[in-house]
Structure formats: structure tokens, C-alpha cells
Nanobody, 124 residues
Framework: QVQLVESGGGSVQAGGSLRLSCASS????????MGWYRQGIGEEREGVAA????????YYTDSVKGRFTISRENDKNTVYLQMNNLKPEDTAMYYC?????????????????WGQGTQVTVSS
């Protein structure tokens, strides 16, 4: 059974850090593009970061470049999103996806299926 489990969200003050985790079961994660999307209240969902299968190249949306880092730990079938210098505008529900595609310039998904997500709240 294919399953994605997101964790690591929480509440922090501006300037703080959080690390989100996305553990997969039922398939080998490193064979797939893995990504993070987020949706704030009243906002559209946006792609935040992704790590592709081609040499571990990555994508970041402009607003998180230099602050967020996506990485994989293949032996744990887990992808991480390290978020540093968090800002109030980073407040959102964050979703892990395993059906993304793209390049360093764009990110898209093959489906519109979403998990439960993990909430990140940044206070000023």
C-alpha cells in the first residue's frame, strides 16, 4: 500500500527553523520526484520545493530560495524540507507529493490528490 506520512510542522517565531519530513512506504521514493506544496488561508496552493530523480536536481519557488533546503535520505525512504529564517508569510499547510515533475525553473504535478499535510505557523 502506497502511503505518504508528513510530519514536523509546528509553531515558531519569525526567524526560527523547522524541518518537515515525508516518509513513504510501498515504493522506492528515490525513483520519483518528491516535492512540497503549501496553501495558506485564502491563498492558492503553490509548489515550494522539489527534488528530482535526475542527479538530485532541485526546484525552489523564489520566495524560499536561500532559506529552504530539500533533501532525501534514501535508506529511510524519506524526504525533508529544512526551513530556516521562517517568515510569517510562510504560514501554511504543507503537503508532500510524489508525482511531481519539472526542472529548476518550474514544478507541476500529474494528479490533484492531496494528503493531510502538516501545519506550519510563523508568528511575528
Amino acid at each position: 500500500q502506497v502511503q505518504l506520512v508528513e510530519s514536523g510542522g509546528g509553531s515558531v517565531q519569525a526567524g526560527g527553523s523547522l524541518r518537515l519530513s515525508c516518509a513513504s512506504s510501498g515504493y522506492v521514493q528515490e525513483l520519483y520526484c518528491m516535492g512540497w506544496y503549501r496553501q495558506g488561508i485564502g491563498e492558492e496552493r503553490e509548489g515550494v520545493a522539489a527534488i528530482f530523480t535526475s542527479g538530485d536536481s532541485t526546484y525552489y519557488t523564489d520566495s524560499v530560495k536561500g532559506r529552504f533546503t530539500i533533501s532525501r535520505e534514501n535508506d529511510k525512504n524519506t524526504v525533508y524540507l529544512q526551513m530556516n529564517n521562517l517568515k510569517p508569510e510562510d504560514t501554511a499547510m504543507y503537503y508532500c507529493v510524489d508525482d511531481c515533475y519539472g526542472s529548476r525553473y518550474y514544478l507541476a504535478r500529474r494528479t490533484n490528490v492531496w494528503g493531510q499535510g502538516t501545519q506550519v505557523t510563523v508568528s511575528s
